[in-house]
């Protein structure tokens, strides 16, 4: 295969100017897509294709933005003169073609390696089916790096599914935010409250909630329960204040916006699902089940909105892929900041919870994160997904383990999110040690190299 530069310049060797027959030349032009940055991020960068059934498939950004990217084709009459020769013909109704415009994304190549690539060594050392990872700046909502891979039967990774933007599932631990804000907002009960772990195990209307530490963790304060991410102190706090009207707490889910898409410029957004009391799926496990992030269901970017507005000071921002449209050095188009909800709590409770989400990360679930050097702060989530058939291999229930924070914890810049679906059991399923790692490693090489 020969690229067109080389095309015009072995077509200029004086042999192949006696023909196709005595020169010996003869061309089939192909025409390639090749990205800019190979495979990573292709989905996200997007592509136009048929697909199977000859429809016409559009992907990722360049499906979002076709309208620009595509230009129009130009129209002129032409005399056929000799074998494959044609010359113009002056006409009034010729039409001259219009380029189509560029697309200047939000991507930051460096950081897109960095976050590819400590995704992919995790999926590999875990042998998990998929993943994904998205690196978000807290001011602008611009997104600096994301990245999905899914198993393929070979063993190896691709990127053919965006599942940050698509997947919306139980979030399990990473939900207790929510929560813990709704609580401290309404001054029902502040970090110090003190509750007992009842040994790990309560039950709620014939079913059980479990921490994960074996006879739970005492008598410890409700700050202390979010760190090391107990689920029978949130789920108390959260059931003990809300029972008698449950609306109220179902009420701050939906003023922080999680019952609504992001209204992304993308195809295939997962709706994420927030039960209301009155609904025919509300049931009297509804309420202590979504204190712990179990029958509610999120994307991951829709999960990393609402912490990003946590760093952000309450300002919770709309994801945006595309920082404008330009013709030729003119831009037609920008893209600013846009503002979801201005303020998803009290400057007071937004103090409180960054202070116990860096101290998960200092003494708590995400201790293993820790460094000196730089700070982070997040939250750990390990979600059961398929868990009501049980825990046996034909239940079909598997573990989605997860990290989501931002950094510096102090004055943040990025916000960043990794979820890994599926890790092999037998190496580790916890969030802290499967999705974790992916999280320091890209906060690490951002501090030290950007």
């Known amino acids: 295969d020969l690229s067109y530069t080389q095309y015009v310049r072995i077509k200029s060797f004086p042999l192949f100017n006696l023909g196709p027959y005595k020169g010996g030349i003869i061309t089939q032009q192909r025409i390639i897509r090749e990205h800019p ?31 620009y990217l ?78 999905n891979l899914g198993r ?73 329960g979010f760190e090391l991410s107990s689920n029978t102190v949130l789920v108390q706090a959260v059931y003990e204040n809300y029972k008698d009207n449950p609306k109220e707490f179902v009420q701050h889910l939906n003023d922080f916006g999680l019952n609504k898409k992001l209204g992304l410029p993308f195809k295939g957004e997962g709706r994420p699902r927030i039960p209301q009391p009155g609904d025919a799926t509300w049931s009297r496990l509804s309420l202590p089940w979504m204190a712990f992030g179990y029958e509610v269901s999120m994307t991951p970017l829709q999960t990393l909105t609402f912490y990003n507005a946590v760093a952000n000071n ?59 050097d730089f700070s982070m702060a997040g939250k750990t989530g390990t979600a059961q997904v398929n868990y009501s058939g049980g825990k046996d291999k034909e239940s079909g229930m598997y573990y989605a383990s997860s990290f989501v924070g931002y950094f510096p914890a102090e004055e943040p810049q990025y916000s960043c999110i990794v979820i890994i679906h599926k890790p092999s059991a037998g190496k580790g399923y916890y969030g802290a040690d499967v999705s974790g790692p992916v999280f320091k490693r890209i906060a690490q090489k951002i501090f030290t190299d950007v």
Not at 153 to 162: A, F, P
Not at 338 to 361: F, M, R, Y
């Open 37 to 67: 940055i190979g495979k990573i991020a292709e989905r996200t960068i997007g592509y136009e294709r048929v697909d199977h059934k000859g429809e016409n498939l559009e992907v990722g950004i360049e499906g979002a933005f076709s309208q």
């Open 70 to 147: 595509n230009g129009k084709d130009g129209k002129r009459k032409m005399q056929k003169i000799a074998r494959s020769q044609w010359k113009p013909i002056s006409d009034i109704n010729e039409v001259e073609p219009v380029d189509g415009s560029d697309i200047i994304s939000t991507i930051d190549v460096y950081i897109q390696d960095i976050a590819h690539h400590a995704l992919l060594k995790q999926l590999e050392f875990y042998e998990a089916d998929h993943g994904c990872v998205v690196v978000m700046e807290t001011k602008t909502g611009y997104i600096k790096a994301i990245s």
């Open 152 to 224: 393929a039967e070979s063993g190896s990774y691709y990127e053919t599914i965006n599942y940050a933007v698509g997947e919306s599932h139980e979030p399990g631990s990473t939900f207790k935010l929510a929560g813990l804000i709704a609580l401290l907002d309404d001054k029902k009960v502040d970090t110090s409250k003190v509750y007992d772990c009842k040994g790990g195990d309560i039950t709620y209307f014939g079913r059980h909630v479990r921490d994960s530490k074996k006879g739970g963790y005492g008598k410890i304060s409700l700050a202390r």
């Open 314 to 372: 309450g300002e919770m921002v709309k994801p945006l892929f595309v920082k404008e449209i330009k013709e030729w050095n003119k831009t037609i188009k920008k893209f600013d900041k846009e503002v979801i909800n201005p303020k998803i709590c009290s400057k007071e409770t937004i103090a409180k919870v960054k202070a116990v989400l860096a101290n998960v990360v200092k003494k708590g679930t995400g201790s293993k994160l820790y460094s000196k």
